[in-house]
T-cell receptor, first 113, second 117 residues
Framework: KNQVEQSPQSLIILEGKNCTLQCNYTVSPFSNLRWYKQDTGRGPVSLTIMTFSENTKSNGRYTATLDADTKQSSLHITASQLSDSASYIC????????????FGKGTTLSVSS | DTAVSQTPKYLVTQMGNDKSIKCEQNLGHDTMYWYKQDSKKFLKIMFS???????INETVPNRFSPKSPDKAHLNLHINSLELGDSAVYFC????????????????FGPGTRLLVL
């Protein structure tokens, strides 16, 4: 069964600290993995998208990694800011005749001063 | 300029009514989507259209009917609204598939908050 599991479910960190969010998936055949940031009351915004051959991709202070062998991905946030407080959603796409997108339930990050 | 826009932003209605949500994208994208986000913030894809043709139709009640008059618009019509339809509905678009590999970033609209009383 295609699934995407994210951990932790929620996380509270102090401003300026780093943090890492995890995403494990059992999606086959794998096409790509995306990380989205969703601010409260807004639509998700894409942070990174990685295919099978990519191990790491950065977008400013956000760095995503992908290990296609262990089917794990992480999103590392460096020097967190208050504006990083949001939900972070991992989405895995599977090759199919139609587009199959499997969503994780997200990690809610709260950055406090 | 708003890339993906939805109207209305808020929709409060009675059970049993029929309502529509409109979505427009000005990005020149070929593929558009409708998602439902429930109270637990879990996003689920409902429909996907590519060049006005349906390519995904997840298990949603047939009370939900998407309509794409052109590739810049994907509207969602809901018949006989039920309490469980209360959620936030997001429209999104992407460039679409190329060379058989979908590596496309999706751009989401601001969402329509539907409350069924």
């Amino acid at each position: 069964k295609n699934q995407v599991e994210q951990s932790p479910q929620s996380l509270i960190i102090l401003e300026g600290k780093n943090c890492t969010l995890q995403c494990n998936y059992t999606v086959s055949p794998f096409s790509n993995l995306r990380w989205y940031k969703q601010d409260t009351g807004r639509g998700p915004v894409s942070l990174t998208i990685m295919t099978f051959s990519e191990n790491t991709k950065s977008n400013g202070r956000y760095t995503a990694t992908l290990d296609a062998d262990t089917k794990q991905s992480s999103l590392h946030i460096t020097a967190s800011q208050l504006s990083d407080s949001a939900s972070y959603i991992c989405v895995v796409s599977a090759y199919q005749a139609g587009t199959a997108l499997i969503f994780g339930k997200g990690t809610t990050l709260s950055v406090s001063s | 300029d708003t890339a993906v826009s939805q109207t209305p932003k808020y929709l409060v209605t009675q059970m049993g009514n029929d309502k529509s949500i409109k979505c427009e994208q000005n990005l020149g994208h070929d593929t558009m989507y409708w998602y439902k986000q429930d109270s637990k913030k879990f996003l689920k894809i409902m429909f996907s259209y590519n060049n006005k043709e349906l390519i995904i139709n997840e298990t949603v009640p047939n009370r939900f009917s998407p309509k794409s008059p052109d590739k810049a618009h994907l509207n969602l019509h809901i018949n006989s609204l039920e309490l469980g339809d209360s959620a936030v509905y997001f429209c999104a678009s992407s460039r679409g598939r190329s060379a058989g590999v979908e590596e496309e970033t999706q751009y989401f609209g601001p969402g329509t908050r539907l409350l069924v009383l």
